[in-house]
């Protein structure tokens, strides 16, 4: 079964750092782009940061930009979202979301965790 | 930036109608334009890509159409199970932007 699992979530105080992880299983995870996906509670989706399938290509929001770093190992299958200078507004669940490239040149997320939920709150 | 607004922001129909929700982009996007249904407290599920595909598995009553700046998503007759909040998304090389979403209840 093609799956992805997010872990890492919690509590966090303003100006704190976390560490999100996602664990996929079922397909060639070194085949994709992977991204993250975050929404705020009771607000639309937003979309995070974005990894290419050999790391060669990386970009953010404006957002998060210079906070966040994502990255990714593709011997353990596993992506990241290392979260630094944390503020309220980055409250939110946090999915991870496989890229599948279409041929048209599209890119589209097909496959979503369940999402972890990050509190930033002193 | 690309900026998507989609209108309603809530709708309210009953079993058996057919409901339309409208995306439009602030720039062309050609048909870069995919469709998400969520669910309360589930993850985003992709029901179209590329404005006008289905994707493998989703039930053939939601379509989508257009092009350009203009989009539109369809549930041909709404049922009980579509109850959801419905965004479109761009991508425009390198980054992808989503709209407001559509909240769809039963009548």
């Known amino acids: 079964e093609v799956q992805l699992v997010e872990s890492g979530g919690g509590l966090v105080k303003p100006g704190g750092s976390l560490r999100l992880s996602c664990a996929a299983s079922g397909f060639t995870f070194s085949s994709y782009s992977m991204n993250w996906v975050r929404q705020a509670p009771g607000k639309g989706l937003e979309w995070v940061s974005s990894?290419?399938?050999?790391?060669?290509?990386?970009y953010y929001a404006d957002s998060v930009k210079g906070r966040f770093t994502i990255s990714r190992d593709n011997a353990k299958n596993s992506l990241y979202l290392q979260m630094n200078s944390l503020r309220a507004e980055d409250t939110a669940v946090y999915y991870c979301?496989?890229?599948?490239?279409?041929?048209?040149?599209?890119?589209?997320?097909?496959?979503w965790g369940q999402g972890t939920m990050v509190t930033v709150s002193s | 930036d690309i900026q998507m607004t989609q209108s309603p922001s809530s709708l309210s129909a009953s079993v058996g109608d057919r409901v339309t929700i409208t995306c439009q982009a602030s720039q062309d996007i050609s048909n870069y334009l995919n469709w998400y249904q969520q669910k309360p407290g589930k993850a985003p599920k992709l029901l179209i890509y590329d404005a006008s595909n289905l994707e493998t598995g989703v039930p053939s009553r939601f379509s989508g159409s257009g092009s350009g700046t203009d989009f539109t998503f369809t549930i041909s007759s709404l049922q009980p199970e579509d109850i959801a909040t419905y965004y479109c998304q761009q991508y425009d090389n390198p980054l992808f932007t989503f709209g407001p979403g559509t909240k769809v209840d039963i009548k």
């Open positions: 979301a496989r890229d599948r490239y279409d041929s048209s040149g599209s890119h589209l997320f097909d496959i």
């Open positions: 990894i290419s399938s050999s790391s060669s290509y990386i």
